[in-house]
């Protein structure tokens, strides 16, 4: 069987596609509406600090069961 037309996963592909899916999920970034390439890049640092933000912003797991351990007891 020939190398070239069999299925190989590429190292670290899975990384990038779920970085656009992120970017896709932002309205002006799903289709090519910007005339400038400087508004898009814009954009992907608008889209990427919010979704930054958002992560900083919650609260991490397991957080609800250590603000009052001691009123499980009661």
Not at 32 to 51: F, Q
Not at 52 to 65: C, D, H
């Amino acid at each position: 069987m020939d190398p070239r037309k069999t299925f190989h996963v590429l190292p670290r592909r899975w990384v990038v596609e779920r970085i656009f899916a992120w970017l896709g999920k932002c309205r002006r970034l799903s289709r090519d509406y910007e005339a400038l390439p400087e508004t898009t890049e814009m954009l992907v640092h608008l889209a990427m600090i919010r979704l930054m933000v958002r992560r900083l912003a919650r609260e991490p797991p397991g957080a609800e069961l250590a603000v009052n351990p001691t009123s499980a007891r009661r």
